[in-house]
């Protein structure tokens, strides 16, 4: 059996590529990998394309490994890995969308990012503007006593738009079929002849709940690409900056699944445990949400004593009143009916869409970037990742709750070791080819960049988590009733805009 390693063996093998192997394949040697991710040995990590050729991130369990697949594509096709495997699928569509790149014998040839309303403007325009004169059509589901019902993309809460198509059997759903791509933001695109300062704020502007994870991912891509490496202490302050985002994320997730639960007394005490990490990182980075401190070659916000003293005057705060609220939590017998049972992920399904985050790690995934791919410094911090099976609403709270215990001892940790030193190193005006891959607080975000000589991006590619985890969102709620729809979308929490790029 082929392994990955004599898969890139066999191809091109590109020199530069960093930190992981890429090799140019035929059409073959493309269809082998589909095969293999169809058969449970791979994980897909990614599908990108540019003008003539598609890319593909996989990585092998077994082996440990990672690599780049790409593949020429002169006149614009490809053979379709969505045939063989669906998590494929819509990453093909966007390619599709973006580049014109058609996937051959693909499962699914609808438009997914473009709404016919990209118009002359976009290289594809002519093409979106007749794709406008055709209703998008919605898979069909036959039975009796089946109804539809329409949800969005304009929603009554101050949230981002998607559309969501349910079927119905009295209050019972059969099907749910997402239509996204309402916040494309054109990102790719706009990256395209960016210099590396105004890539880096792009890349913080993809997710902005996850702005210093996905700066995080381009910055790493981006050295990777030009062999640097930042000062010791920027990388400590940078998974400072990584944990606190993770702790006001889980800390308002947690409390809005609760208040979704109708079980508001949460919501209002973990919002207040939010706004003060929020606020101590605010002290400590002169930024609530940390945008723009984290930059190619290091940091751009030094961490002065008032900011250590504020972050851990946080940790000690939270040490202090978390313990209480999980104990509500669990004590409270009218959200558990809720919350078990409600929702569930079956394990085989969230590895062969290679699920991550508390979504994977609820169904049995045991990933997490941190430790199955460990950067710096998380391989020389002490840390558990923990994994339920039960894959419902339920173990997704659980697993943020232990995440955010893990993340207040990483803070401490962090805080007790951070090395004195520079803060960023001297970017070379020179060309490169990169790949990196960090864990944000909905799982992992990778990122691979290209350098032109003169220092420029010629293409980079954003992957968020919510592509591998809005999919299994559609099988979650199958067999559980329409009103529980809130309470399993805040559960998983997957990124509109993250995913729209």
């Known amino acids: 059996m082929t392994t990955l390693a004599e898969l890139i063996r066999q191809g091109r093998p590109a020199p530069d590529h960093r930190p992981w192997p890429r090799a140019t394949v035929d059409a ?14 791979w994980t897909l990590l990614s599908l990108w394309g540019e003008a003539a050729a598609a890319h593909m991130a996989l990585r092998d369990p077994q082996e440990g490994m990672i690599a780049v697949l790409s593949l020429d594509c002169p006149d614009r096709r490809f053979p379709s890995i969505g045939a063989l495997h669906a998590p494929a699928i819509r990453l093909e569509r966007t390619m599709n969308d973006l580049f014109g790149l058609a996937p051959q014998g693909a499962a699914d040839e609808r438009p997914w990012l473009d709404h016919g309303r990209w118009g002359h403007g976009h290289p594809l325009g002519d093409r979106s503007e007749a794709a406008a004169a055709r209703p998008y059509e919605f898979l069909a589901a036959e039975g009796e006593g089946l109804h539809q019902i329409p949800v969005g993309p304009v929603h009554a809460g101050i949230i981002e738009p998607g559309h969501f198509r349910f079927t119905a059997n009295g209050e019972a759903v059969v099907r749910l079929e997402q239509r996204l791509g309402y916040t494309h933001k054109g990102i790719d695109g706009l990256m395209m002849g ?20 996905y700066a995080l991912a381009f910055a790493r891509a981006a050295e990777a690409a030009l062999e640097i490496a930042p000062p010791a202490r920027a990388v400590w302050l940078r998974a400072l900056m990584a944990e606190m985002e993770r702790l006001a994320n889980h800390f308002g997730d947690i409390g809005a699944i609760c208040n979704d639960a109708s079980f508001s007394v949460m919501q209002a005490h973990c919002q207040t445990l939010r706004e003060q990490v929020l606020r101590a990182a605010n002290t400590g980075f002169g930024h609530r949400l940390m945008r723009d401190r984290i930059l190619p070659g290091g940091v751009a916000a030094d961490l002065g004593s008032d900011g250590i003293a504020a972050i851990r005057a946080l940790v000690a705060e939270a040490r202090r009143q978390f313990p209480t609220l ?43 970037t941190r430790r199955s791919l460990p950067y710096a410094p998380y391989d020389q911090l002490a840390f558990e990742v923990t994994v339920l099976t039960e894959g419902d609403v339920n173990a997704r709270v659980w697993i943020r709750i232990r995440e955010v215990e893990q993340s207040l001892a990483l803070i401490e940790q962090i805080l007790d070791r951070l090395p004195a030193g520079e803060l960023r190193t001297a970017l070379p005006g020179a060309g490169g080819e990169g790949m990196a891959m960090v864990e944000g607080f909905r799982g992992d975000i990778l990122a691979w960049l290209r350098l032109g000589a003169d220092g420029k991006v010629a293409r980079c590619h954003l992957r968020d988590p919510s592509w591998f985890q809005w999919p299994l969102l559609e099988a979650a709620i199958e067999g559980n009733i329409v009103a529980d729809f809130p309470l399993c979308n805040k559960s998983f929490n997957c990124s509109y805009s993250g995913h729209d790029l």
């Open 28 to 41: 073959e040697r493309w269809r082998l990998a589909g095969q293999r991710l169809a058969e449970g040995d």
């Open 194 to 213: 960016a210099d590396l300062e105004r890539a880096a704020k792009l890349a913080g502007r993809v997710s902005g709940d996850s702005t210093v994870a």
């Open 326 to 368: 999980i104990k509500l939590y669990d004590n409270s017998a009218s959200l558990q009916d809720r919350t078990v049972s409600t929702g569930v992920v079956k394990p085989e399904l969230a590895r062969r869409f290679g699920c991550g985050g508390y979504i994977g790690r609820a169904s049995g995934r045991d990933f997490d």
